[in-house]
């Protein structure tokens, strides 16, 4: 009887270290140089979220390398500033569930005084990690014909996930 309560609590805190490692929020990873492609240390990047106005900011290590991590997904923007360079703000940066976003930043040399704010769209493709995902809104998941109409079947539209209908028939995952 000990031994069996014993498995059972290993195998709660797999499942429980599991869980915890699918982490649901985004980072930003880049690199920071100036325009001869050198890099730049000690540069702050922040970035602040435009809904609600919570920033997180991290200075680039020597090699102009920098990562924010644990950020929740949303849009943001990101404000640059070092020494004798410019000021770069990039708006309206959409971070989804869990993904990774390479935001390499040019700085041009400058007064402190000066500023230069991009406003566009980021790459739609992501080049820093090979892992694959896929977000659903709110309108995509009501007019979606989902068989069962569960949200385990989401698993099926998502890219590189091959899902066999006999076992998630068999698990009751398709609903009544």
Same mark, same amino acid.
């Given at each position: ?57 991290? @200075? ?6 920098? *990562?924010? +991590? /644990? ?5 943001? !923007?990101? =404000?640059? #500033? ?26 041009? @040399? ?6 230069? *704010?991009? +406003? /566009? ?5 992501? !080049?820093? =990690?090979? #892992? ?45």
């Amino acid at each position: 009887m000990k031994t069996c309560f014993h498995g059972v609590c290993a195998c709660l805190l797999l499942i429980g270290a599991v869980v915890w490692a699918q982490d649901f929020r985004a980072n930003i990873v880049g690199l920071v140089v100036d325009p001869s492609r050198a890099a730049i240390g000690s540069a702050t990047v922040t970035a602040t979220k435009e809904d609600s106005n919570v920033s997180r900011s991290t @200075v680039t290590n020597s090699e102009g390398m920098y *990562t924010l +991590v /644990g950020l929740d997904p949303g849009r943001y !923007t990101v =404000t640059i #500033t070092a020494s004798g360079f410019t000021t770069v703000r990039r708006s309206g940066i959409v971070l989804q569930v869990a993904e990774r976003l390479n935001l390499p930043i040019t700085l041009e @040399v400058g007064q402190v005084t000066e500023s230069v *704010t991009v +406003v /566009g769209e980021q790459e739609l493709i992501q !080049t820093s =990690t090979a #892992t694959r995902g896929l977000v659903f809104d709110r309108v995509k998941m009501e007019e979606l014909p989902i068989p069962g109409r569960t949200v385990f079947m989401l698993m099926t539209l998502s890219p590189g996930v091959d899902v066999d209908a006999a076992v998630i028939r068999a698990h009751g995952l398709l609903g009544p």
